[in-house]
């Protein structure tokens, strides 16, 4: 076959091209593994923090071993315990204002989750603090730093029996009018 010298030239140039197409596939998959490795990146990388301040109007000082804990969870589900995302816990918890950033995964915040954060302080087992109201974040709620304002929980001495209720209506005490 013979081959002019124009078409001589130019089959160098067409080479060029074939080559420039079979390097696609190397590109695509260059950037595939970029993509995964994106997504194995740690998850710090990959996650949000929600911060703020908690405090209390009551003007006394906290024991020393005293711990406060702020909880961010998903409360959309009606009658199901809600769902963990983050936690923070100081111990000790020092005074108020306690400072708190809470950790969470981006990923497990849904548009259709319902988030509050939740923040208690106990002695041990016992309840001193904690919130009472909903405050709604992530979702449309407040902007960070968040502020939760805590209320004492009334853990009073329990109160004394008056003992059991005589079986024989006859002696119940009587009402006077």
């Given at each position: ?153 009334d853990v009073g001495p329990p109160k004394a029996s008056v003992g059991p209720m005589p079986s024989n209506p006859s002696v119940w005490p009587q009402h006077r009018r």
């Open positions: 076959m013979f081959r002019s010298r124009a078409h001589r030239e130019a089959a160098p140039a067409q080479g060029h091209a074939w080559s420039q197409l079979r390097s696609i596939p190397i590109a695509i998959t260059t950037a595939g593994a970029l993509a995964l490795a994106a997504l194995a990146l740690p998850v710090s990388a990959l996650a949000g923090n929600l911060t703020g301040t908690a405090a209390y109007r009551e003007q006394i000082a906290l024991p020393p071993d005293a711990a406060f804990e702020a909880v961010l969870i998903d409360v959309a589900i009606a009658d199901a315990p809600a769902r963990e995302l983050g936690r923070v816990r100081l111990q000790p918890a020092g005074q108020p204002p306690f400072r708190f950033s809470i950790p969470y995964r981006d990923g497990d915040v849904s548009p259709a989750g319902r988030y509050t954060v939740r923040a208690t302080v106990r002695l041990g087992e016992r309840l001193l603090f904690t919130t009472d109201t909903f405050t709604p974040v992530l979702s449309g709620g407040p902007r960070q730093p968040l502020t939760l304002d805590l209320v004492a929980v």
